[in-house]
């Protein structure tokens, strides 16, 4: 299922289609849930949500806020920091801007350096300032960004080019006594 990408994770799984939902889904490999966890946590931006600890060498998955408004802090964290040599994160920002003002984004990261940083109003682009190694499987899929359901057909082009596996709403658990004292 990819059509969290269309409301955030959080207000998907809650059934929540328009609620504000400022949430990071990051899906892991390579490193384990403690270690996703810490580090998180030593950027201000603890986990709302985490599936089961993946086994070695499968996708595991884990949410996070965008910001952390107590802090003022409405900087993006430092992914790489996350992937260290061996390890692999596919992230998705389905909400960069809250208003739907701007269409999702995704980035790939392998051994701590971002191979393609994706955005969906121009998911094949090639930037000069940024690598989308993805860009060319993107543009052979055809997509029309025009479709209605076009975020999530290429969110599930992503997710299956690279293994990822399904979220379902029991794939998820949320802390929620963190959620209610974010803010």
Not at 84 to 109: D, R, S, T, W
Request: aromatic share 10%.
């Amino acid at each position: 299922m990819t059509d969290w990408i269309n409301s955030g994770v959080i207000a998907w799984k809650e059934e929540d289609r328009y609620g504000d939902d400022e949430t990071v889904l990051v899906y892991f490999k390579g490193t384990d849930l403690t270690a996703m966890t810490a580090g998180l946590v030593a950027q201000h931006r603890p986990p709302f949500a985490y599936g089961h600890g993946p086994a070695s060498g499968e996708w595991g998955v884990i949410v996070h806020h965008m910001f952390n408004p107590s802090r003022e802090d409405f900087d993006h964290i430092d992914h790489r920091r996350l992937c260290p040599q061996g390890a692999e994160l596919m992230v998705f920002v389905p909400n960069p801007c809250i208003a739907k003002g701007h269409g999702p984004h995704a980035y790939h990261y392998k051994d701590g350096r971002i191979s393609s940083c994706i955005d969906y109003e121009d998911a094949g682009y090639d930037g000069e300032y940024w690598p989308n190694r993805l860009a060319p499987l993107i543009t052979a899929a055809g997509l029309d960004c025009e479709n209605d359901d076009y975020e999530e057909q290429l969110t599930r082009l992503i997710c299956d080019h690279l293994g990822l596996p399904p979220l379902t709403r029991d794939t998820l658990v949320v802390d929620r006594a963190l959620m209610a004292s974010y803010f």
